[in-house]
């Protein structure tokens, strides 16, 4: 079945929740979902808990549910101990109960829904279902993320800081598995999809203040009417709602996202390979501008394919030109059907060909080895090696196992989840080597942009420690220590906003963006402040390694991407990537200019070496 709750909480007065209520129930009722609930008014903490409950005791496996909150959202401290929990920097994310008696910041009562304590109902029940949760409101990225996020005293000049609250009685008792420090993102099943309205540390925004519905649920609700018999994934649709929401609005820190697979198909279960799509946004006089450059794998001349969104009719082959760090224009060779579309419009561009593929050699013979050959060709980022000495990879069959060779790979492919196990010599299917393959070689890529980039600017001084203690580049660690960076800023507050994406490479030669798991996709928010004042950005107890390493030494690097404008890099990682549609429309060009603007970028690289 196809089951979908929503939930209004009204506390601020948002002029928009009930047009809200009604473009998502319009969407709903057009996909053809079995069960619609509306949760009654008003939206209390115990309604909300209630209605969660609820809906997890009724689901069965393979049922279709869908989360719907509009309200506001909110970041909190304790002054105490949180289900035994002792942690006072802990920035806890909360639904905002529609409860004024219960639930007051001035007068420091709380009676707010922790994200927490959702996945904590959820998890057991719908484990095997395919969940969807969209939330309209403020900070919405943040939500489910771990609790290692820390907000410092710079952040109070953008009204973010949290406030503290005394625990309520509910929360004190001790024992709840949901409050442990190391669980990381809250379970909610398998794979689960969150669509978040904005970035952890930003707002949402009612634009037309007239009781229509939000901006980024006007958005969301019209690009699923209009792909409605479209097999679209959550990538393309979210990316083009940003648009939407950025042009509408007129403003860039509003980003609505995805947490979790972006190839997953919208309200199914099937999950595409987008790896090779990009998005290009139409520019002033009909430019395209493809947002995307040499750290997310492409070269100069690399051939693409655009592609209308919203017909899903190929509208042009092109040719990446004045490529850089992290962006290029595209030359298109038919620019009839680029000059209907207005700024602003959002293209998909497919990778076709790459302008320098990596060569892997073919080590042997074997039905397995023919079958990857086969897959080479197709490949746009690789080829069959025409002589050994100029492959960084090399397949091979060993005892009827196929394996991987590479420089500083102490590891052979595994299918699934690497972190598995990062030690086993595991036979993979041509196919699904090939797409490995294909995430190495743009890891290579992404290193050599790294290493060629502007370093960090000493207006940035940072630190990475293990177990408290600096961690110099060459050091050797244990996989039991503990890692964290400190970053301080050194200039005086400006407004103006940085972003720093972390991407760790090491056991299994494939990239991993450590702050999308941690806090933003898109880097996490650096505020210039006072000299003297230091923030914890990102600490993990683990990077790439599980409790099973590899029985040698293994070489690991975090790099850190420091970047003017948020960069989204996870089409470095094996899961499947994004494009952006929308509908054409008239656009003011401040804010196209603005979107394809060039990015400044900066790289520092920190190796180390995990000892088993």
């Keep these: 079945m196809k089951r979908a709750l929503l939930i209004a909480s009204n506390l601020h007065k948002r002029l928009g929740i009930a047009a809200d209520l009604r473009c998502m129930t319009e969407v709903f009722e057009a996909y053809d979902f079995d069960e619609i609930e509306p949760m009654p008014r008003p939206a209390t903490r115990e309604r909300i808990l209630g209605a969660l409950e609820a809906l997890a005791l009724r689901c069965d496996p393979g049922d279709t549910v869908v989360i719907y909150y509009t309200g506001h959202g909110g970041l909190a401290r304790f002054d105490g101990e949180v289900a035994g929990l002792a942690e006072p920097d802990r920035v806890w994310r909360y639904l905002v109960p529609e409860d004024p008696e219960r639930h007051s910041i001035s007068e ?90 904005t970035s952890e540390a930003r707002k949402s925004y009612e634009s037309a203040q007239d009781g229509s519905a939000a901006d980024f649920t ?57 790896s090779r799509e990009y998005q290009v946004i139409v520019g002033e006089d009909r430019r395209l501008r493809l947002i995307a450059g040499g750290v997310h794998g492409l070269h100069e001349d690399d051939e693409l394919e655009l592609v209308d969104p919203e017909t899903e009719l190929a509208l042009s082959e092109a040719r990446a030109i004045d490529l850089d760090e992290t962006r290029a224009w595209l030359e ?108 190495l070689a743009r890891a290579r890529r992404f290193a050599e942009v790294c290493a060629r980039a502007r370093p960090i600017p000493k207006t940035f001084s940072f630190s990475l420690l293990a177990d408290g203690e600096p961690l110099e580049s060459g050091a050797t660690i244990t996989r039991s220590q503990a890692l964290s960076l400190n970053i301080h800023y050194y200039v005086p507050y400006t407004g103006e906003t940085q972003f720093l994406n972390i991407v760790n490479i090491g056991l299994d030669g494939l990239p991993y963006l450590v702050n999308d798991a941690v806090h933003n996709a898109g ?68 804010i196209v200019e603005r979107m394809t603007a060039p990015v ?13």
């Design 523 to 590: 880097g996490l928010a650096i505020y210039s402040q006072e000299r003297g004042h230091s923030r914890t950005l990102w600490t993990a107890g683990e990077l790439s390694w599980t409790e099973r390493v590899p029985r040698t030494p293994s070489f690991e690097a975090l790099v850190l991407v420091l970047t003017s404008r948020e960069l989204d890099l996870r089409p470095l990682t094996r899961s499947a990537e994004d494009p952006r549609p929308r509908t054409p429309a008239r656009r003011e060009l401040p």
């Design 600 to 612: 400044e970028l900066w790289a520092e690289r920190i190796d180390f070496i995990l000892q088993p």
């Design 332 to 439: 298109p060779t038919d620019c009839s059907a680029i000059k209907a579309l207005e700024p602003g419009t959002s293209l998909v561009a497919t990778l076709r060909t790459s302008a320098a593929p990596t060569p892997v050699q073919i080590v042997g013979q074997s039905p397995t080895l023919t079958e990857l050959g086969a897959e080479l060709v197709a490949s746009p980022w690789l080829r069959v090696a025409e002589a050994e000495t100029e492959a960084p990879f090399r397949v091979k069959v060993d005892a009827g196992r196929v394996l991987l060779e590479a420089e500083k790979l102490r590891r052979n492919p595994v299918p699934a989840d690497p972190r598995e196990d990062l030690a086993g010599d595991l036979a993979s299917p041509a196919t699904w080597m090939a797409r490995e393959l294909e995430a």
């Design 108 to 197: 420091g009562r709380f009676a707010g829904v922790l994200d927490v304590e959702i996945g904590h109902i959820l998890a057991p029940k719908l484990a095997h279902a395919h969940v969807t949760l969209i939330l309209e409101c403020c900070y919405a990225g943040g939500m489910f993320a771990p609790p290692d996020v820390r907000l410092d005293d710079g952040a109070k000049s953008r009204g973010i800081a949290p406030p503290v609250f005394p625990v309520p009685a509910w929360l004190k008792k001790p024992g709840q598995a949901w409050a442990t420090p190391s669980e990381g993102r809250p379970a909610l099943g398998s794979a689960p999809i969150i669509v978040a309205a």
């Design 218 to 274: 006007k958005a969301l609700s019209a690009a699923l009417l209009r792909h409605r018999d479209q097999a679209i994934t959550w990538g393309r649709l979210i990316d083009g709602v940003r648009s939407e929401v950025q042009v509408g609005g007129q403003r860039l820190s509003q980003a609505p996202h995805v947490i979790g697979p972006r190839g997953r198909r919208v309200f199914g279960s099937e999950t595409s390979d987008i």
